[in-house]
């Protein structure tokens, strides 16, 4: 079973990465790259690198969300699935989970 994860802060980086803190401890860096090329949603995003930096946590939902209500699955973003359009994202692990929360 795969454990739910929020992510608790998000960092927006060059090149369309995020740096992403999640509620079991780890911390990732996320290209977006692929999943912002495609679909009217992400165009503003990808077309604008002051956009892009508007990203947020939304404490509600534990995960990140840019204007326009555009948001992201935490565990796909995590790495416990791939996007739907199957499309592998890259990741950059930074810190391991902590064993006290995984």
């Not at 692929?34 to 990203?55: C, K, L, T, Y």
């Not at 840019?66 to 796909?76: F, Q």
């Not at 699935?81 to 994202?89: N, T, V």
């Amino acid at each position: 079973m795969i454990e739910p994860v929020d992510i608790e802060r998000v960092e927006p980086r060059e090149d369309h990465w995020l740096r992403l803190w999640f509620s079991n401890g780890a911390i990732k860096d996320v290209d977006m790259t692929d999943v912002i090329s495609d679909g009217e949603v992400f165009e503003p995003i990808r077309n604008s690198d002051e956009i892009f930096a508007q990203v947020r946590v939304n404490p509600e939902t534990g995960t990140i969300e840019w204007p326009g209500d555009v948001d992201l699955d935490p565990l796909v973003l995590y790495g416990a699935f791939e996007p739907a359009d199957g499309k592998p994202m890259r990741r950059r692990v930074i810190r391991e989970p902590d064993p006290a929360t995984a």
